[in-house]
């Protein structure tokens, strides 16, 4: 019989699961997605469609693979140790100046406001490639695999390719899971770790309602124009920011945006593009059902994408880019999160034995990369399941 069950193996439940195993407890990760190298990881990229899509992966290591390494702590003052931990052990750094292309040092001279970004990036093993979103083909970019290993070192064992459909629950009491195929695992405890979309469903078949609204992604456009031969497409993206009320710009380029300039009669490559990603920490007001996906921008989180794409726009011309040619992508979302928050009441479990560890319990508007907040946290509720805290 297993101590815990672990659903998910992303930011959460790698974490909590190698946290477990390292404190002796018996530990079985159950992942639907492949195990796949880091740089395959953007074959498993599953897309939901709504107002504003939402991307995420669906592998061992979870959306961890295709971050672009960003490990910005959020504002949570009782993880303080945990973050200090964290960064620690993925080497959080900021980009150093050798690793800047020349589309990044471009946009770095014409606004003093840009601070360094902290990476969770072995600048020693990193190529500047530009290819972290698809995976980083260099074993540089921290992601959930390195503690999925550390897990399995101290014990943990791990089923992949296996989606879990439901808690299986007894009186009062989470007692396992049932996978889609039929399958039934036994536990003491369960720890769902499937991710902001995903948790909440198992919930509503598993018969537990109220999950599912407040749902963020911190919804992003990359506001982008010519700059010939310029490279940012080949280049570490997000090396810089700039932290603004309720957005945030970093230079990106998007593959998106060279079509839209064709359809304008330019004549354009990848490599012509510069670009400036503005991040909004958007209103929770999307919902997660079974089917479907509810999640548009609301007024204010219009003003806000307004506000950082003039600002986006003055920087780009100020570096020199056409005015003419700037257009922007379609509202996206990578950070889901928040659509739990109304069931669980601080580190409570929600029914006996069953406990939630990923970006669903982190309630927004939020705004920053998630990851290290999200790792915290579950540092945070491994040491209460194990009586350290
Ligand atoms: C392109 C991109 C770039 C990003 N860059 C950054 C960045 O630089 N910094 C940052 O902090 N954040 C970044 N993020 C966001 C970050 O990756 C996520 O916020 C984070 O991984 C969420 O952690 P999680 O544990 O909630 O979910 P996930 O990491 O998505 O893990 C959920 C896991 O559960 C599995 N799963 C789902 N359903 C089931 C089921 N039914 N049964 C079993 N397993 C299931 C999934 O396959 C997955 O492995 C980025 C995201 C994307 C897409």
Known sequence: MFDFI??????????IAKELALAGRKVLIIEEGRNVPAERAAETYRIAPSGVEI???????????????????????????????????????????????????????????????????????????????????????????????????????????????????????????????????????????????????????????????????????????????????????????????????????????????????????????LGIMVKIADEPTGSVEEGRVIKGLSNRDVDLLYRGRKEAEEILIRAGVDAESIVSTYPRGVHPGGTCCSLVKGLEPLIESLYISDASVIPGPFGIPPILTIVAMSKNIADILTGRA
């Open 55 to 273: 991307w995420q992966t669906v592998c061992l290591g979870g959306t961890t693979l295709v971050s672009m390494g960003n490990a910005v702590r959020g504002v949570h003052e009782k993880l303080e140790s945990y973050y200090l931990e964290t960064e620690k052990e993925m080497g959080v750094t900021p980009v150093p100046e050798s690793h800047m292309g020349n589309g990044t040092r471009l946009l770095l001279s014409v606004s003093k406001d840009w601070r360094f970004m902290p990476k969770a990036i072995d600048f020693s093993k990193c190529k500047s490639c530009g290819k972290c979103p698809l995976g980083c083909p260099h074993g540089a970019k921290w992601d959930a695999n390195a503690y999925v290993q550390k897990a399995k070192a101290s014990g943990a064992q791990i089923i992949t390719e296996t989606p879990i459909k439901r808690v299986l629950i007894v009186g009062e009491k989470a007692v396992g899971v049932e996978s889609f195929d039929g399958k039934t695992f036994k536990a003491n405890n369960i720890v769902l770790c499937a991710g902001a979309i995903e948790t909440p469903r198992i919930l509503m078949r598993s018969g537990i309602e109220g999950a599912g609204s407040g749902l963020y992604v911190d919804t992003f456009i990359t506001v982008g124009g010519i700059m010939e031969g310029i490279c940012l497409s080949g280049e570490l993206n997000m090396s810089l920011f700039i932290k603004r009320e309720g957005y945030l710009l970093s230079p990106h380029y998007s593959s998106f945006i060279v079509p839209y300039l064709m359809s304008k009669g330019y004549k354009v490559r990848p490599i012509d593009i």
């Open 6 to 15: 672990v659903v998910g193996s992303g930011a959460g439940g790698a974490t």
